[in-house]
């Protein structure tokens, strides 16, 4: 990748692109489960286009990010650095962190926040094969009665909603596409 | 148009708010800390609701702001001129073709849809702090959910006046963990706390955020043999004859004539132009 890369794929009109983002990502959070079109920013492989809109909107020279095994590239730090100014830290000591299910794990290294500041706690944007609203069944603040969701680990998502108010948020990103999980979130298994 | 950033903050501001408007939605009901900014206006006229505003507005959205169910009071036509001048979205009085809605002290008599986010004014966010000053301390209670303190300071109020007096910013429990200020809205709009939209609560002051996912369990506390009563004046509008809605009650002269109006004067004005008459315009048309 050369230069001219690093510097490209950010937002066009970054107020505008960002709040149109931020629209998305505030409606999958509240709504789990629902699956909405994330666009804006054109990351360098592998991240996904959902996935890099999320970090240009959320992220900054105050928020720690981690790239997971596989999104950890020259290319995708030089493209963060440029756009975000976020430092690169741990999975310990992130806000967000990037990458596959697989790579991302274990969720124990992350930070569940604390009792008295249960929002310290990390949020994980996941990068998925396919975003579907069936799989697991979830149920809670944000759902009217239930709703579907494609999960990559729903016993360690499961385990994760059982210290709420304390745990991570999560991300599922698909090429443009977003859902989300809040800690909230109640989680069955199907069938 | 050109010479402030799309709505008024700067993008690392609305980056800050927006991280906390995740986690106050992930934890539905905890008060989440941000930094908050100066604004140009005074503390205590919704500079908390402002910059969340700020934050979740595009240039799509359309906007209506209330003050106390009202368009066309001082507070709410300044901050619906700020959003028009620095952001350029459109606006609206009416409930129904509005996306966000920024709101002092009511919530819309008009069921609020999927479509639509509602951003409250909040003066202090802490339902416990009247009972205890410190931070450290209620910090730790909402921590501990220990809410005892709350219940009797409820009891009280049975206790001293036979019935719950507390008449708003009536403390709810929301997804059955964090008891919550819905801010001061009457107790009458606690039931519709439970709605379709997403709402929002800002604390510029007081440096606080908080959320309520749509379609969640938020309960007003009460006791079993003293029930939550959502109460409002048992009188129909004067405009609009309107019987299901909270009144204003105003003071017509010296002798202390009065008359009770719909708070929300969207729905008053809709009701009225939909051909409905309340006890003071049927007489004007006797």
């Not at chain 1, 926040?113 to 149920?139: F, H, Q």
């Not at chain 2, 202090?124 to 209620?138: A, K």
Request: proline letters at 7%; one cysteine or more.
């Amino acid at each position: 990748m050369n230069a001219q890369t690093h510097f490209s794929g950010g937002f066009q009109d970054a107020p505008r692109d960002a709040a149109h983002a931020f629209r998305a990502a505030m409606t999958v959070m509240a709504r789990p489960g629902e699956i909405r079109t994330l666009v804006g920013a054109e990351p360098p492989a592998p991240l996904s286009v959902a996935a890099g809109t999320l970090l240009l909107t959320l992220c900054d020279a105050d928020t720690g990010v981690y790239l997971a095994d596989a999104a950890d590239t020259s290319d995708t730090r030089q493209w963060l650095g440029f756009h975000t100014g976020a430092p690169i830290v741990e999975a310990s000591k992130a806000d967000f962190a990037v990458g596959r299910w697989s790579d991302l794990m274990p969720l124990s290294d992350y930070r569940i926040g604390t009792s008295e500041y249960p929002d310290r706690a990390a949020t994980l944007i996941v990068e998925s094969d396919a975003l579907a609203p069936k799989g697991a069944v979830l149920s809670g603040p944000g759902i009217k009665t239930t709703t579907g969701l494609s999960l990559p680990d729903i016993a360690a998502l499961q385990g994760n909603a059982m210290l709420y108010p304390l745990g991570c948020d999560f991300f599922f990103t698909c090429g443009d596409q977003v859902a989300a999980l809040p800690r909230s979130t109640q989680i069955k298994a199907e069938g | 148009m050109n010479e402030y950033n799309f709505a008024y903050l700067d993008e690392q501001t609305k980056r800050m708010i927006r991280r906390a408007i995740l986690k106050g939605l992930a934890v539905p009901g905890y008060q989440v800390p941000f930094a908050s900014r100066e604004m140009p206006m005074p503390y205590g006229w919704g500079t908390g609701g402002v910059q969340v505003s700020a934050a979740t507005l595009t240039p799509d959205d359309t906007f209506k702001v209330i003050d106390q169910g009202a368009d066309d009071t001082t507070n709410a036509v300044s901050i619906r001129k700020f959003f028009e001048n620095t952001a350029g979205v459109a606006t609206t009085e009416e409930t129904k073709k509005a996306t966000v809605i920024q709101t002092r002290h009511r919530i819309p008599e008009a069921k609020l849809t999927e479509d639509q986010i509602l951003v409250y004014q909040v003066p202090i966010p802490e339902p416990l702090r009247f009972l205890e000053p410190r931070e450290t301390e209620t910090r730790k209670m909402h921590s501990l959910e220990e809410y005892g303190l709350m219940h009797v300071k409820l009891y009280e109020d049975i206790s001293q006046h036979g019935a719950i007096s507390t008449s708003y910013s009536y403390p709810v429990k929301v997804s059955d963990r964090y008891v919550m200020d819905p801010s001061p809205i009457p107790k009458f709009d606690n039931p519709k706390l439970e709605m379709d939209a997403i709402q929002l609560f800002g604390a510029g002051r007081e440096q606080r955020i908080y959320a309520v996912p749509p379609h969640t369990k938020v309960v007003s506390l009460d006791f079993e043999d003293y029930p939550f009563e959502a109460s409002k004046a048992d009188h129909p509008c004067d405009l609009c004859g309107a019987e299901d809605s909270y009144l204003d009650e105003v003071i017509m002269d010296d002798a202390g004539s009065r008359m009770f109006v719909c708070s929300d004067t969207d729905y008053c004005r809709s009701r009225r132009e939909a051909g409905h008459q309340g006890p003071m315009t049927r007489e004007d048309a006797a």
